[in-house]
Every structure is written in C-alpha cells, then in structure tokens.
C-alpha cells in the first residue's frame, strides 16, 4: 500500500508515492534516481549505502522510509560540490584513494560525521570510527592518510 511521504534530501524537499517499508536506499535510487548511495550487502554489514539522517551516519538499506519522518537526509553529492568540495573529498582526491569507488560514499559520509565532532583525532580513534565498513579494494591505509589529512585541514 503507497503513501506519501515528504523528504527533505540534500537541502531540497521531495515528495514521494512508496511502501511505507521501503528501504531509504531504494526510495533515494529508484524514486529520486541518485546515484549515491550504494547498494553493498543489503544487510547493513558493509556501508556503502550510509547518508546522514539528521547528521548522524545511517545505513539506508535497512532504514525504512517510514522510519524518516520528515527528516534532514545528506547524501554525498550534498556533502561537497565540484566547486566546494568537503575537505574529505579533496584529501580522498590528493590521497589517491579510489580504485572502483564502490565503497567510497559510506567512508566519507562516516568519517565527516565523526570529524565534525571529534577534532583532531588518534590514529586509534580514527580506526574505531570507521571499524565495520569495507573497502574489497584494500586501499584501508590510503583512506587512513585521507582522513587524517582531512582531520587537519578542518580542526
């Protein structure tokens, strides 16, 4: 049974006919056709699908749409522009990270919420932020670097 529901996505509102227990990744792929998040494992395991609802990092694929209520929801296309891009997103550039890509939405939308609010943080505290998402690239010390470096640029 559809219903709809208002969101408010990247700063831009949005109204949408869906099952109420439609996945937020599905809503935000297939109803508004971004292209960010990911699907990974559909099981909230990997983190590809990870926006901010209301600034805090959620796996969107086991979020249901109901469970948004009229929420702030940034995707990674809102966190940066090609012309402001976050600090993430230029350390990821000058760091070299990619190789597919496929993970990097969930690395980044995890790592602007945890450095916006802890400043200046431990290798070991930059670690347990971002422990359970995964790269099948292996480029983990690559993304290290990036957040570090990211970390010192916004501190």
Known sequence: MSKSISLNVNGKPYSVDVDPDMPLLYVLRDELGLNNPHFGCGLAQCGA???HLNGQPTR????PISA????????????GS???????QTAYVE???PQCGYCINGWIMTAAAFLRDKKNPTEAEIKEA?????????THISILRAVKRAAGTMG
């Open 68 to 79: 948004v209520g009229g929420g702030m929801i940034v995707t990674l296309a809102g966190l």
């Open 130 to 138: 971002l422990q359970g998402l995964k790269c099948r690239c292996g």
């Open 49 to 51: 699908c990870t926006v």
């Open 60 to 63: 969107s694929c086991v979020t």
């Open 95 to 97: 760091e070299q990270v």
């Open 82 to 88: 090609r012309d402001h891009p976050h600090p993430l």
